[in-house]
């Protein structure tokens, strides 16, 4: 944990994946086969290969969009779930916004909240956002009534500027399902070894959670 993927060097034993963290040692670890669940987008600027992957394999994957990079994510925390006391679902959709996609987020523990993805474009920056939270409060009082007025806590969260999530190639909104799938595997030395396992990589499903299921069957499948 904690610990970052810089580089893939192959060794007469497999690969060996180098690791750092921003405190400690870097490390290393010794394996015959790497499942990567990194956005190919993501994959390909930020791993060193010892082996140069072919140049159409790196045009291949920074092609592929990263799913849903650029929106922002907001959580609103209440002391219970007093949407459900009115017999209501907490599931919402708008085109008005500021939250575009609602959801309710209790965890059965005791956590009453509700989660929303924001529509705001990434090119607005969060820093054109200083008043989110409170719109989106006042959006969840048209929709639930005045009991939203009072939350415990607003969460909000900028996928865009986090650069594990997105890169600069993400920041242009995405207004169609990208088709997923599609984007080169590792050719020669790194064929078998290296395998893409996240959702953009799944053949059916991609960009959605049942594709990081499916890339992930298909990826265990396909190691050796």
């Not at 791993?47 to 592929?64: M, Q």
């Not at 959709?93 to 909240?113: F, T």
Request: proline fraction near 9%; aromatic fraction near 6%; glycine fraction near 8%.
């Amino acid at each position: 944990m904690e610990h970052r993927v810089t580089a893939l060097r192959q060794t007469p034993q497999g690969i060996s994946v180098q690791l750092s963290a921003e405190a400690g040692p870097d490390v290393a670890y010794q394996t015959r086969t790497v499942i990567c669940t990194l956005p190919p987008r993501l994959l390909a600027p930020t791993v060193e290969f010892d082996l140069p992957l072919p140049e159409a394999v790196r045009s291949s994957w920074t092609a592929v969009p990263t799913y849903m990079p650029g929106n922002a994510k907001f959580v609103a925390i209440y002391e219970h779930a007093f949407w459900r006391d009115a017999s209501l679902s907490g599931e919402g959709r708008s085109r008005v916004g500021p939250l575009v996609e609602i959801h309710d987020a209790c965890d059965g523990h005791g956590l009453a909240a509700l989660t929303a993805f924001v529509g705001t474009p990434p090119q607005a920056g969060m820093g054109a956002l200083d008043h989110l939270c409170e719109a989106a409060i006042a959006q969840l009082v048209r929709l639930l009534g005045p009991a939203a007025q009072h939350p415990v806590a607003c969460l909000l969260r900028d996928r865009a500027a986090d650069p594990l999530l997105a890169t600069a190639d993400d920041m242009q909104p995405l207004y169609a399902h990208p088709q997923y799938g599609r984007h080169a595997s590792p050719p020669g030395e790194w064929a078998g070894c290296l395998i893409l396992g996240g959702t953009e990589s799944a053949p059916t499903y991609g960009g959605d959670m049942e594709g990081a299921l499916e890339a992930t069957e298909v990826a265990v499948a396909a190691a050796p």
